[in-house]
């Protein structure tokens, strides 16, 4: 019984001294993560949408050895449209005609999203802990937007659900990604946040088979940036809450 004890006292007294805290070393951690972020257009994009905004969900797995990959997707949304769509259905002035012969209220949005896998590293520092630092990674995936079209009242046949397929410019395609930031991991798990900046390219083709306006399929190869800046609330997912721990 002796021996028993001693072997489970030795047991024990290892596996608290194997223990470490965030504070001290670089740890193992999934993080998982909200993100708010604005971005600007670019490329083939600044011709269609002006500024957007986004909301990324990530989880991310933090290594030992400061390796970073993670899974991300995010909503694009924004209402500046520069496209003028509708030249064949609306009068001179430019004005919609609805059912009831008055002017239509028609309204249009920008809508996207990515999804992508990332791969990084964090160059960390002393303080507050090894987990905190600069992170750079790049991201592989996919990105699609188009132009929403809400007819308010959904009084207006010629853009009925059918035909406004044939407006809304429904493109996507390859996305590359590059994001370079700060990431802080409190030591007491209080605040944990990464703000940082963001590049993405979008390698695409409209997907619709006929534009209605200009009366032809378009097949031009784009090339659609955003870039801005995003701010991420982080929830490190430990196995259990960090602490110290001593042996005698």
């Known amino acids: ?3 028993l004890s001693l072997v489970v006292f030795v047991f024990y007294s290892s596996f608290l001294t194997a223990q470490v805290s965030i504070k001290d070393s670089s740890i193992y951690t999934p993080l998982l ?6 971005q600007l257009s670019g490329g083939d994009l600044v011709d269609r949408f002006g500024n957007n905004s986004s909301i990324q969900l990530n989880l991310d797995f933090k290594s030992k050895a400061y390796i970073m990959i993670g899974l991300n997707c995010s909503y694009i949304f924004g209402n500046s ?13 430019g004005y919609i005609i609805n059912r009831d012969g008055s002017i239509a209220d028609v309204r249009l949005w920008e809508r996207g999203f990515t999804a992508s896998v990332t791969l990084g ?4 520092f002393k303080k507050p802990n090894p987990n905190s ?6 991201g592989f995936g996919f990105l699609q937007h188009k132009i929403r079209i ?10 009925s659900k059918e035909y406004k397929k044939g407006y809304d410019r429904l493109t996507n395609g390859f996305l590359l990604s590059e994001n370079l930031g700060y990431m802080y991991l409190s030591n007491n798990r209080l605040a944990n946040f990464y703000i940082g ?4 390219q979008g390698f695409t083709q409209n997907r619709r088979s006929y534009n209605f ?3 032809e399929k378009d097949t031009k190869k784009r090339l659609d940036i955003l870039y801005g800046a995003k701010l991420m609330w982080i929830l490190p997912l430990y196995k259990k809450p960090p602490q110290e721990y001593y042996t005698h």
């Open 33 to 38: 993560g909200i993100s708010y972020g604005y």
């Open 1 to 3: 019984m002796k021996k």
């Open 121 to 124: 590293r964090l160059f960390h």
């Open 81 to 93: 449209v520069k496209e003028n769509l509708f030249t064949n259905i609306s009068t001179p002035e």
């Open 213 to 215: 306006d200009t009366m």
């Open 150 to 159: 809400e007819t308010i009242g959904n009084d207006v046949p010629q853009l």
């Open 133 to 138: 630092g600069i992170i750079f990674n790049v």
């Open 197 to 200: 900046l963001e590049c993405m």
